[in-house]
C-alpha cells in the first residue's frame, strides 16, 4: 500500500492510495460515491478485493477527504482528473469500478475516454438524475414526524447551511432509509474517519446534479460492463440499473436480492465472487 497526493494540471492535490503490487494484469481505479462525504476509505471498503493479484488505485475525489476542493466541482472535472491520474501512474488501459454518484463521472469518463477502459464496473448508480430526485422525494414524503423533511430536501438540492446541517441530514436519511429495506446500506463516511465537505457537495447537487442526463450516449460505451444494482435500494431506483445494462452495448446486469445501496458491502461475499467472475470472463485480463 502507496499514499501520495497527487497533483493536478490545475494545481488541485488529490489523496491517492495504490493497493496490491501485481502489474502483470490490467489495474483498477476506484471513483467512490457520496461527493463530499465519502472518500478513498469507501472504495477500498468495496474493492480492496481485487488488490490480490492487481493494483487498485483509490483516491479522495477533488473537493472529498482530504483532497483539495479547488473549482470546478462537476462531473467533468472530476472525470478529467481520472485521465490525469490514469496517465500519472502509467496506466495505458484500466478497469474503472464506481459506486452511486461515482458512478455519473465513470459513465461520462467512459464516454470521453473510450479506448481507455478495459472494463465498467457500475454499483448502484445511473444515467440521469430525475428518477433519483423523484424517489427520494417519495421517501421524504413517507418520512415519520421527527425526520427534519426540509433539511432533507436541503441535501438533494444542495443547499445545506453547513457542516452540522450536513451531518444532521445524513442521519435523517440513515433512519429514513433503514425504515423501508430490509437492510439499510452504510451511512456515507461510515469506512473511515468522516470529513464533511458541504462546499463540494452542495456544488454537486446544486450546479451538476439536476441537469446530470447521458441516456443518449450510452451506446458509445463498448467495453464489458457490470451493472451491479441492490434490489432493496432506496436512493437509487432498480430501473436505473437496468436502463444501464439495457443501453450500454456489452453490459450485464447482477441483483443482489438483500442489498440496499451498497450490494459491494452489504453481499460482499456473493458481490466479490460475481466481479471476479465477470472480471475473468471479459478480456480485461
Known amino acids: ?12 492535490r488529490l489523496f491517492t492510495r495504490m493497493l496490491g503490487q501485481n502489474e502483470t494484469k490490467t489495474p483498477v481505479i476506484v471513483l467512490h460515491g457520496a461527493p463530499g462525504a465519502h472518500s478513498h476509505a ?51 488501459k484500466f478497469i474503472l469500478a464506481a459506486h452511486s454518484f461515482g458512478g455519473f463521472v465513470a ?15 457500475l454499483e448502484d448508480t445511473s444515467a440521469e438524475s430525475v428518477s433519483i430526485v423523484r424517489c427520494i422525494e417519495h421517501f421524504i414524503k413517507a418520512a ?16 445545506l447551511h453547513d457542516e452540522e446541517d450536513f451531518l444532521g441530514s445524513m442521519a ?11 437492510k439499510a ?42 451493472v451491479a444494482v441492490g434490489a432493496l435500494d432506496p436512493v437509487m431506483p432498480v430501473e436505473c440499473g437496468k436502463e444501464l445494462a439495457a443501453n450500454i452495448p456489452h453490459a450485464e446486469l447482477v441483483m443482489f436480492p438483500r442489498s440496499g445501496h451498497n450490494p459491494s458491502v452489504e453481499e460482499s461475499a456473493a458481490f466479490r465472487a460475481e466481479v471476479l467472475r465477470f472480471l475473468a470472463a471479459c478480456y480485461a485480463t
Open 1 to 12: 500500500m502507496t499514499d501520495q497526493f497527487f497533483t493536478t494540471s490545475d494545481g488541485a
Open 185 to 226: 446500506s452504510p451511512p456515507a463516511g461510515s469506512h473511515g474517519a468522516l470529513r464533511l465537505r458541504t462546499k463540494t457537495h452542495n456544488c454537486a447537487f446544486r450546479d451538476d446534479f439536476p441537469d446530470y442526463d447521458i441516456r443518449s450516449r450510452l451506446h458509445e460505451i463498448r467495453c464489458p460492463s457490470f
Open 107 to 121: 459513465l461520462q469518463y467512459a464516454i470521453n475516454y473510450k479506448s481507455r477502459v478495459a472494463a465498467l464496473i
Open 144 to 159: 415519520p414526524a421527527h425526520i427534519d423533511r426540509l433539511r432533507l430536501r436541503r441535501m438533494v438540492t444542495g443547499t
Open 172 to 182: 435523517d436519511l440513515a433512519t429514513l432509509t433503514a425504515s423501508t429495506a430490509t
Open 42 to 92: 469507501a472504495a477500498e471498503a468495496g474493492y480492496g478485493f481485487l488488490q490480490t493479484d492487481r493494483r487498485v488505485l483509490v483516491f479522495d475525489a477533488r473537493g472529498s477527504g482530504v483532497s483539495d476542493d479547488l473549482g470546478p466541482l462537476n462531473h467533468a472535472r472530476w472525470a478529467e482528473d481520472v485521465e490525469e491520474l490514469r496517465i500519472g501512474f502509467g496506466f495505458d
